[in-house]
């Protein structure tokens, strides 16, 4: 539901970088996102399309890769990743502890641009 | 085709507005104002938990709300009747606050004449998840009738709050929400929350709510 200023912070940094880099066009941009964020993949598209009309980067395709959510044994240090839909069930793969702690998957950054 | 770069970036998507809200809390803590964002969805009962703790806290302390609505002035009515001043943000369809948003309410708002503000965030366990207001501690309100199971669809609200309110306890014989079942599903997200059971109908559970405030609020005061 928030797309539309997540997707005007993208386009904001991503012209910003790309007039730095003295680039014509920008023709992909990379982005980093944690699946505990909510964010509607096809939406970001849509609006970055409508938003970065007449700017450098019209046209650009977007790309999102996602991160897993990580979770922490603290009694033998392993990290390993785990659907956040069966948390009730989460255990440690090496050692079978069940106390883990929550590491990551909340990533929401601009990683890359290509760029002519 | 040829000459395609690649230019490395890895900045934060929404970092204007984390900056943002870390300016707003540092403006916090040097006037000494203990600001609360609380999140729920519709109808879970925050207007109903800020009128209980304005109740409970406003001859010891000056509180003020900010309150965020999509297109009404209701929530803050009731805010005012309570003889504490409330800040309206109409969102005018946007589904959360923002940093900004807060920064504008605060300029309205006399810091110096304040201990404690609250504000109440846009229904929705979605998108204020993601956008640090600039509160010094967040807390979010979960209903019984909602259901137990909503640290797995919502985790990331679970996981970014410093306290979770469970209202609407004297429903639990009227449902089959399982307490112990939510309890250890919020935990294995976030260890150091805390969870307060209470009923905003009965009353039931504030004190230990107010309680925890009332530390708070005394600790931004240091």
Redesign the interface.
Known sequence: ??EL??TE??L???LR??EE?R?VKV?RVS?RIGE???VVDEWVQRYFDYLSRNTIAEGAVLRIERSP?VFRCPACAKDFPFD??R??D?TCPDCGGNS???VS??E????????? | ?E???????????????RNLAREIRENLRVNRVFMLNLMSSPGAGKTSLILHTIRALKKECRIGVIEGDIDSMVDSEKVANEGVPAVQIRTGG???L?APMIDKALQKTDLKNLDFLIIENVG?L??PA??DTGATKRAMILSVPEGDDK??K???MF?ICDALVVNKIDYLNLSDFDME?LK??VL????NIRIFEVSCRTGDGIPAWTQWLRAEIEASKK
């Open positions: 539901m928030h200023p997540v912070s993208i904001r940094i991503v970088h790309a880099a680039a023709i982005l505990l964020s909510d959510v956040v839909k948390i009730e989460v883990v702690e929550f998957g909340r929401f950054y601009v990683k890359n641009i290509e760029v002519l | 085709m000459n395609i770069r690649l230019v490395e970036i890895k900045e934060e998507i929404l970092s204007d507005n946007a589904c959360h923002d929705n979605v998108c993601e956008f640290p797995l919502y985790p990331l996981t079942a250890a599903r294995k997200l976030n260890p």
